[in-house]
Each structure stands twice: as structure tokens, then as C-alpha cells.
């Protein structure tokens, strides 16, 4: 069952953040993957259903496609059929009890193995990969594919050490101990196309505990997925410990969720569809073997805030980096800037310059800081926002989109008159920030109107040099964002120095990269042993 010798108390290597790449011109870096990217535009996987290690291939398949070049096709896939779910999850139960019960080090091994595999030889294909089909810019795919993931396998080892260190006391005559079991049934994984180190994470962090993964990946995601499924099957793990089901959501969704053998959901994607699964959860509550565990990050309106302390310059900055890097794509993208009144012109003038200096186009082309939104449905929702900002409010800066070769939209600025407008409020997801401006000795008012104004909580940030400021930001927002950065943009959460989540309709804020997501995929059993058992029923008291 395991290649560990029982005779040890373990402790892993040294954890640390795999350091980011800088794939600056005449570096070697560089070179590679450029060359691996040129190799990977000619390529096109057959992209299959693994259950049980089996590829199946449907025949009933669709296309993955570069959005910066959206007739360029980079894989084709099969989607699963129903009976396809049906034996995924029969397969897993076949392989939850070996998997459940070996030695936790077996487990951790691993993932370790993946991290050094990823942070090497698979580097290149899995940052091409994602560049590729999720049109990210190398630094954007780096800090996600190469180093969240590779973060995100080392460090959830890592915690599931300290996890399982915790015992509890035993008094004399007795020792109590603590089993962290895995779930009974599987864990249901549905990763967005956004972030590859998610996907990694959500059936990765369940699967290290011991438990099995039904992983549906999302069809934007297909190329990084397949790559990352690849990459853990050559770090040892055993069939059926994540079986990959791409295809309809709603049908796998339907038939997961519904199964008396769901035993969790690990989810990332819109409110919308996270407040659907839990609902279809409520309703099903009898069938179930056990309580399902419903963990899930979703959307946010992030926001960042100046006081008249802050530094104009380094507001603006962050505003960039928060607001555009990777479109506006992330969950945690600066979406919404507050503005005192005798910081805008200054803030204003270094918006609206630095946005004139973005490039924006093909990723290959490692002069652009932006490359394309996700999607046609992405596009075209993100433009409806920009025609009402044309006859509502007043764009500043950008506005252009074109989706004639590549769904490219200009990064925009827009200042509202008012802090309700749609703007201000609905999540966008794409490279659209809207600022409001304040009179500045309405600062305290202004802060409960960032907390009132979105139902969201993710992430949220306050520039200021005034420690009294700060103070006041931090208590009056302390709800308002489940990441809470002071002078720095809102985005860059890094695994094991910042775990990432957020509350109200943000998600369960179970913090990804840290020991509390990790309890959400183990069900806990005490046990204690007495060594010299009573032998009388009788207590003193009764003498």
C-alpha cells in the first residue's frame, strides 16, 4: 500500500514560493518558451475523458480556439456523456479506499513530485499552454501556471502535516488521538478558465487529503487542464484519484450533484451558478450518504480607495496593474476606484497616460501587457458595459473593442456622477474601471458607501498615509473584502503569504492556500484508548 517505511516521523523539505521568472530579453527563460510556444502553435491535442487512466474519446467533440486568434484552433476535445459521469464516479469509489488509506506521505509525495516536475521540465508547456488558450501575457501565465501551482501543491503538503500534527491531550492512563479521514463518496471539482493554478487546486487539494475528484474543467480552460491532468498522472497519482470529465455542465453538473456518493463541491465561477448548485444541493439533502462540504469562490466588484494622504503616483499604479493585468479577468480585478477630489486631476492625468502606453494584442508578442478577453460571450457582454458608459457616464480613456480577429478589448476608464450607477456596482470581468469621485472631507461617508455598494466581499484595497486612515478603512471595511490590501493593488494573492477568499456573495471564503481549506476535505474521528480498564462499576463516591 506504501513505499514508506512506517519506522519515521516525517517532516517535508523546506516550503517556499517558487520564484517567479523574469523572461526578460537574452535570458534563457525566454528562449524556451518562445520556442516552446512556436512548437504548441502547431500542435493539436486530441483532448480525451480520463476515468480509471482510461482515455475515452466520444467522437462528439468541439474545438478550443486562441482568443487573440480566435480561428486558430489549439485542440479539439470529446465531451463526456452521461454514462461517461456515471462511471467516473463509480471508478472513484473504486479507488477511494486504497487511495484513503495510505500513508499521507505517499500522498504528499505526489504533489511535491508535480511542483518540481512544473517548476522544470513542464514549466514551458504548461505557461504555453496557458498563454495560448487563455490568451494570458507571460508574466500573467507565469505567476499563475508555473508558480500558484507549483505554490499550491508544495504548501498544501505542507499544511496537511501541521493538520495532522494536531492532536489532542491525553490525560493519565489514556491517549487520545486524532484521524483526519477522507470524505465518504467524491469530491465534485468545477474550475473556471481564469487562473490554470485553480483547476490544480480544486481537485488537487481534495485529492491530498485523501479523498476522490470528479474534475469538470471549464471548456476555456481545456488546453491548460489536459496539461495539468498530464503533468500529476506523471507524478505518480493512481488512476481514478481525479477522473477529468469535460463537457456539458449542466448535465454533469446534474447528475454530480444529485448522486447519493457526493460527498463535496470545490467550485469557481459566478455567483449565479455557485448559488444554483447549492439549491440543487438543499433539495437533494435525503439522498445523500453524508452532508455534502460546499466550498466555493465566486465573483466580486473590487475596489480601491485613495485618501487625501495617498500617493497619487503609486494609486495609479495599482489601479493599473489591479484593473487591466490579464483584461480585467480575475476575481479579484479592480473593478470600482474611489477618488478625493484633490487627487483626481493628478490621478486622472496617470490613468489616462499609462492606459495610452498599454499594448494590447497577440501574447506571443511579449511587448503587449493585455492580450484578448476569454470569449464571444465575454466580449460582448463587456462592450454592452461600454455603450452604456458612452450614453451614461464619461469615458476618460480607451471605450475601442474589436473582435474581427481576436476578442480585444481597450482598457477603459470611466468616471460615474454617480456612485450607483450599473457600473459601480455589477461585476463586468473585463479591463472596464470605473472611478468616483469624492468630496474629501466626506471620507468616512465615502468608506460606508464602498462597504453598501456591492454585494460582493472579495478584495479591496485603501492607499493612505495617514495612519488614522488606514485605521478607520480598516474597521469600516473590515467586512467588505476577504483580502484587504493597504497601499498595494487588489490583486496578487500569494499562497501561503496571503490565502485567498472572500464572504457575503463572494463565496464560503475558505481561503485557498491555507490549513482552513484543507479541513474542509476531512471528516475528523477521535479515538482514545484506555490502558488498564476499570474493573468495578461502583465509584468512591458511593462508598
Not at 170 to 184: D, F, H, T
Not at 433 to 448: G, M, S
Not at 511 to 531: C, D, H, P, Q, Y
Request: with cysteine; net charge neutral.
Amino acid at each position: 500500500m506504501t513505499s514508506f517505511s512506517p519506522g519515521a516521523v516525517r517532516h517535508l523539505p523546506p516550503v517556499v514560493n517558487e520564484p517567479i521568472r523574469s523572461y526578460a530579453p537574452g535570458t534563457p527563460e525566454r528562449a524556451s518558451l518562445q520556442a516552446r510556444l512556436a512548437a504548441m502553435e502547431t500542435e493539436r491535442p486530441d483532448i480525451a475523458a480520463v476515468i480509471g487512466g482510461k482515455e475515452i474519446r466520444t467522437g462528439a467533440t468541439r474545438q478550443a480556439t486562441s482568443p487573440h486568434k480566435h480561428r486558430h484552433v489549439t485542440a479539439t476535445w470529446h465531451q463526456a456523456t452521461a454514462d461517461d459521469v456515471h462511471a467516473a464516479i463509480a471508478d472513484g469509489q473504486r479507488a477511494w479506499r486504497d487511495w484513503s488509506e495510505r500513508a499521507w506521505e505517499e500522498r504528499a509525495a505526489v504533489f511535491l513530485r508535480a511542483a518540481d516536475l512544473l517548476a522544470g521540465p513542464w514549466r514551458d508547456t504548461i505557461n504555453a499552454a496557458t498563454m495560448l488558450g487563455q490568451s494570458k501575457t507571460v508574466f500573467q501565465s507565469e505567476i499563475d501556471a508555473a508558480c500558484e501551482m507549483a505554490d499550491f501543491f508544495r504548501f498544501n503538503a505542507a499544511f496537511a502535516q501541521e493538520l495532522y500534527a494536531e492532536q489532542p491531550v491525553s490525560g493519565p492512563g489514556v491517549w487520545n488521538q486524532m484521524e483526519y479521514r477522507a470524505l465518504e463518496g467524491f469530491v465534485f471539482a468545477v474550475s473556471p478558465f481564469n487562473f490554470t493554478a485553480i483547476g490544480g487546486n480544486l481537485s488537487g487539494a481534495p485529492a491530498l487529503m485523501g479523498n476522490v475528484v470528479l474534475w469538470k474543467p471549464a471548456a476555456t480552460q481545456m488546453l491548460s487542464a489536459w496539461y495539468t491532468l498530464q503533468l500529476l498522472q506523471e507524478a505518480g497519482l493512481p488512476p481514478g484519484v481525479i477522473n477529468f470529465v469535460p463537457g456539458d455542465a449542466a448535465m454533469i453538473s446534474e447528475i454530480a450533484l444529485t448522486h447519493p456518493e457526493l460527498a463535496g463541491v470545490h467550485f469557481t465561477g459566478s455567483t449565479g451558478v455557485f448559488n444554483a448548485m447549492w439549491e440543487t444541493i438543499g433539495r437533494n439533502m435525503g439522498r445523500y450518504r453524508s452532508y455534502p462540504r460546499i466550498v466555493g469562490e465566486t465573483g466580486g466588484k473590487d475596489f480601491m480607495i485613495a485618501h487625501p494622504s495617498a500617493d497619487p503616483i503609486a494609486f495609479a499604479v495599482g489601479v493599473i496593474r489591479g484593473g487591466y493585468e490579464y483584461q480585467g479577468q480575475k476575481c479579484s480585478a479592480c473593478s470600482r476606484i474611489y477618488v478625493p477630489k484633490s487627487l483626481w486631476p493628478k490621478v486622472k492625468e496617470h490613468l489616462v497616460a499609462m492606459i495610452a502606453d498599454i499594448k494590447v494584442g497577440d501574447v506571443n508578442d511579449f511587448s503587449n501587457f493585455m492580450g484578448a478577453v476569454i470569449d464571444e460571450k465575454a466580449f460582448d457582454r463587456i462592450q454592452g458595459y461600454l455603450d452604456d458608459a458612452k450614453a451614461n457616464a464619461t469615458i476618460l480613456a480607451g471605450g475601442g473593442a474589436s473582435k474581427a480577429d481576436g476578442y480585444f478589448v481597450q482598457p477603459t476608464l470611466v468616471e460615474a456622477k454617480d456612485p450607483s450607477y450599473r457600473l459601480m456596482c455589477e461585476e463586468i470581468f473585463g479591463p472596464v474601471v470605473t472611478a468616483y469621485v469624492y468630496d474629501d472631507a466626506k471620507w468616512e461617508e465615502t468608506l460606508q458607501l464602498v462597504d453598501r455598494t456591492s454585494p460582493y466581499a472579495l478584495t479591496g484595497a485603501v492607499f493612505a498615509q495617514d495612519r488614522a486612515a488606514i485605521a478607520q478603512a480598516h474597521r469600516a471595511l473590515r467586512h467588505a473584502a476577504g483580502n484587504f490590501y493597504v497601499n498595494d493593488k487588489c490583486t496578487g494573492a500569494v499562497v501561503g503569504q496571503q490565502p485567498f477568499g472572500g464572504a457575503r456573495a463572494s463565496g464560503t471564503n475558505d481561503k485557498a492556500g491555507s490549513k482552513l481549506n484543507l479541513l474542509r476535505w476531512v471528516s475528523a474521528r477521535t479515538i482514545k484508548e484506555t490502558f488498564v480498564p476499570p474493573t468495578d462499576y461502583r465509584y468512591p463516591f458511593m462508598g
